[in-house]
């Protein structure tokens, strides 16, 4: 690990790493040095982030071996058939074992580089370069890796855990607007599921979030980072409580397949499953209508939809979330808020509370 | 685990688990309803194995709620593509990350059901009812799946350990005899590792394992499981002693890439493999010549080849070895043997005597 660069480590015992968080840390060579083992590196990219940093990446990369492979961009790319291009370069340029696959991009990038990571040869080592705000704070964090299937969202995947990983909030620059929003969505999830304090600094600061403000930005993307972590330390593999950071994911990962992958942004999906998430507990009795509020202001002012898209109906949604990963025995269950940073898994709820909620949204049309 | 029936315990810590040897198991439910904790199933087979035992065995799993895939037989046929038609069947039938995946048939079935298992919804419950010799005494130990690159064999995959295996010797009575002979290859291949008194005892009985005697089968099954379950536990993902299990895989691998995957079985390209460590070795003064000619003859009697095909040259060979992934760092570490019994993994060798062996083979035609 390197003292001096800000950064948060995630304990997983031997397989604990550090999270490198600062300005233009995509050129510092010593990073790559100090936590890629052997010669070769192989980077994954997409065709918007090559243009922008790849040379770059390459440039500090110079004393490795090193290969790159440009996937299409998009979440609707996120397929096996993609995935596959990536071992195609890896065979072509005989990478053994002891490689390192390095991701530079965002969430899909991150996702397929280190699904590859772990499956090449059965596992080889992974770096992970996460360039978007979205990615920054969630996917880069806790070894999630996979693609799609057609009919279901990372239905294929792995626990992973990369040598470390390196935020650089340079990158932030060219992200166009709609893509930070995203990128918002999942920090205000951290603040709702287990850290109040850190909702009302949200409340108290987006606007300087949204101006990309360098030192609030590091600030909420180390707490954003910090409070996935501990979530994660906890339980690895998603047995019990990593179930929360699902909050607003399986009404969203809903919307992602009912409008078609690429449609709506992930963190546009989960904003307003967050609402909708907010909206059940709520009916429930769970969370009061003034907490409610605050929930749909601070999404509302980080340009997030609150509201699930018009075309879709209970049905849908209740079909969609069928086949989600969260559904155990037959029983939904969903991860509901009672209060603001005090979410919870459960599935002790009456199911007629989730059809009325579904059906207020169909109301409204 | 099931007291009343013979079985190997493969220690991993809380990834242990039990090996079942005998006759009949396919159809014990009782096995099912120890080791499959939820009620989804899939069984996963191919059509040469489901006409022959998927009825008994979907009959044995009638407390479940059962479904098969059925995937074209054949090692031409371990591709991402056709690994692809099981999850198409796991997301059709809705099943959940509780649900269990059962491999029913030899190692190619194995290790995409197995390799599937793993990654479905970042990994679901697998057991292994393999049907072959081989996969009997070698794939069904110790957690390698995966599947095959167009440029390598085994080259995407997971380390993933079953609840159980289900060795039913029954199963070997429709077992034609290139396949049981290309399984003696992998049972040869442990005496040859850390076990000569096993060597010694096959040569005293092949004429008894090739008559399918089933008091030698269960014998040799069980030894070999446990030879092989003794090196999986010192080395579960292959960082050190596990490679001595690749005995004659280097060689090997490049004879099945070489000649396209399903020309040769596997434990055919295995068998060529040995002897050609063997004849290595001997160059290399580590085995004498009586020792090398033990091993070519009983190779012989269990009616496998002794010898690489006669169209692969040395080119061949080095080019195709280039890419194993027992290459470290642009070195060529290979498991040789210094007597019968006593394998070693080693890059510490005169590389002239591996040209020399692999020319040697060619001046013979």
Chains 1, 2 share one sequence.
């Not at 922008?52 to 790159?68: E, I, M, T």
């Not at 580089?113 to 992970?128: K, S």
């Amino acid at each position: 690990m390197l003292s001096d660069i800000h950064s948060v480590q995630v304990e997983l015992g031997d397989r604990s790493y550090p999270i490198y968080i600062g300005s233009g840390l995509l050129s510092r060579g010593d990073i790559y040095r100090e936590h890629i083992p052997a010669n070769q590196v192989l980077v994954v990219t997409n065709d918007m982030v090559a243009p922008l940093y790849l040379d770059q990446v390459l440039k500090a990369l110079a004393k490795f071996r090193h290969a790159s492979v440009i996937l299409p961009d998009g979440e609707q790319n996120k397929t096996l058939g993609v995935w596959n291009l990536i071992f195609d370069t890896l065979m072509k340029e005989r990478f053994n074992r002891q490689c390192t696959i390095l991701a530079l991009g965002g969430g899909v990038v991150g996702d397929m580089a280190g699904f590859a990571a772990a499956c090449y040869q059965r596992g080889v080592n992974f770096v992970q370069a996460p360039t978007t705000l979205l990615s920054q704070v969630d996917s880069s964090v806790g070894g999630k890796t996979g693609v799609n299937h057609p009919a279901g969202k990372n239905m294929i995947g792995a626990f992973y855990q990369p040598r470390c990983v390196i935020i650089d909030i340079q990158s932030l620059d060219t992200l166009e607007d709609r893509q930070y929003s995203a990128g918002l969505a999942e920090i205000i999830k951290y603040g709702l599921i287990n850290d109040g304090e850190f909702f009302c600094w949200l409340e108290g600061n987006m606007e300087r979030l949204l101006d990309r403000d360098r030192e609030a930005l590091v600030y909420a993307i180390d707490r954003s980072c910090r409070d996935k972590a501990s979530v994660v330390a906890l339980d690895e593999t998603e047995q019990g409580k990593r179930a929360l950071l699902n909050l607003g994911h399986t009404f969203g990962h809903a919307i992602e397949t009912g409008m078609g992958y690429g449609e709506w942004l992930h963190g546009e999906a989960v904003a307003a499953g967050i609402c909708m998430a907010g909206e059940l507990s709520r009916r429930l009795g769970w969370l009061g209508e003034a907490e409610q509020k605050r929930i749909i202001a601070l999404i509302q002012r980080a340009c997030l939809p609150t509201t699930p898209p018009r075309q879709m109906r209970r049905t849908d949604f209740l079909s969609l979330m069928g086949i989600d990963k969260k559904v155990q025995n037959g029983r939904i269950r969903l991860v509901l808020m009672r209060s603001l940073g005090d979410a919870v898994v459960t599935d002790d709820f009456d199911p007629q509370a989730l059809n009325s909620m579904l059906d207020g949204y169909g109301r409204a049309l």
